[in-house]
């Protein structure tokens, strides 16, 4: 098998594809500063007689995939697959294998620290201090910036998935209650942490942090009627997808003061639009550009997983469907 790899991989993973599969031609979207779009990417994948492809943030459109009806597999080293036309995939039963978690221990630190910096008051202090403003009187700072602890705080997770389930296990013992809402997850399975319904997640808990995929069921799923049940003093932190969040609800809550404040990685527009920025530059956010999951381990799990399935399913026979996403087309490639 040819296969064709845009996505990063690190030297070893490549040798690892090369030596159970017959070729690796690696080409990274980096060096190309952005990502293949369909006609180029169609263009490498005819020019390298690929059989195969792994890919990062690649558009792996309809076009792409009925022009490469040959390919036996895609691989995405995200998350979910969402670059990829997966409608089209199931159909032309191209199996799609994705990356589940990759990114899970560099976002669940993320939002430990943001959290923390938010309620301690970090950045401003930090801009004070370099601004110069620290004048007569040594205890200025210690009233200017006290902050809460995040110890003691009711953190709720919407979504608990592998992001919402490691922050859970990270911030019990600080110690925080931690209770969740999704519908997907057996409360059997966690005993230490609460199930609760979205409405009362958001009434009772001091954080609410989002970690929701993009789907029929979650687009604009937190709105004002959510938002509004926030108590005053708490925070409000996605660093999963904007299109989950109703965004003009979210500045109108933010900016009439009803919550504390938000801390956000991603944004309707990225780069942000008119409205995004208005809700960036409030003085109660604090708002990073969707580095949640931007760390160079993040690369190194994602090749050890997608290595690990491949490997799996291909050369050992152990054709399991933890990690393919069109599970579908399960019966016609087995």
């Not at 995040?150 to 389930?165: C, N, Y």
């Not at 958001?202 to 609410?208: G, K, L, N, P, Y």
């Not at 994602?302 to 291909?314: E, G």
Request: with cysteine; aromatic share 8%.
């Amino acid at each position: 098998m040819r296969i064709l790899v845009t996505a990063p991989y690190h030297e070893q993973g490549l040798l690892e594809l090369k030596s159970n599969f017959r070729e690796v031609i690696y080409k990274p979207w980096k060096e190309n500063d952005r990502a293949f779009n369909e006609d180029e990417l169609t263009e490498l994948l005819k020019e390298n007689g690929a059989e195969a492809l792994i890919t990062e943030h690649d558009h792996v459109t309809e076009k792409v995939l009925r022009s490469n009806r040959h390919l036996q597999f895609i691989g995405v080293c995200r998350g979910t697959p969402s670059n990829v036309a997966l409608t089209v995939a199931t159909e032309l039963k191209i199996p799609v294998f994705y990356t589940p978690a990759r990114n899970a221990q560099a976002v669940a630190e993320l939002f430990i620290a943001n959290t923390i910096c938010f309620m301690r008051q970090v950045l401003p202090g930090m801009q004070w201090l370099k601004e110069r403003k620290w004048e007569a009187g040594a205890h200025t700072s210690y009233l200017q910036f006290k902050g809460a602890e995040l110890a003691g705080k009711t953190i709720g997770l919407v979504g608990f998935g592998a992001i919402g389930q490691l922050i859970a296990g990270m911030i019990v013992n600080y110690p925080c209650a931690i209770q969740y809402y999704d519908p997907y997850v057996n409360e059997s399975a966690f005993p230490d942490y609460k199930k609760t319904s979205l409405e009362d997640l958001f009434r009772t808990s001091d954080i609410v942090s989002v970690h929701l995929p993009v789907t029929c069921e979650t687009q604009q799923l937190i709105n004002h009627s959510l938002l509004q049940l926030m108590h005053r003093d708490a925070l409000f932190v996605n660093t999963a997808r904007a299109s989950v969040v109703n965004r003009n609800d979210l500045y109108e809550v933010l900016a009439s003061g009803s919550i504390k404040g938000a801390i956000l990685d991603v944004f309707d527009n990225e780069p942000p639009d008119e409205l995004d920025y208005k809700i960036i530059d409030l003085p109660n956010v604090m708002a990073t550009p969707h580095i949640a999951g931007a760390t160079f381990e993040v690369e190194d799990h994602h090749v050890r997983i997608m290595n690990k399935v491949l490997i799996d399913w291909y050369i050992h026979g152990n054709q399991t469907a933890d990690k393919i996403y069109n599970k579908e087309v399960l019966a016609s490639v087995i």
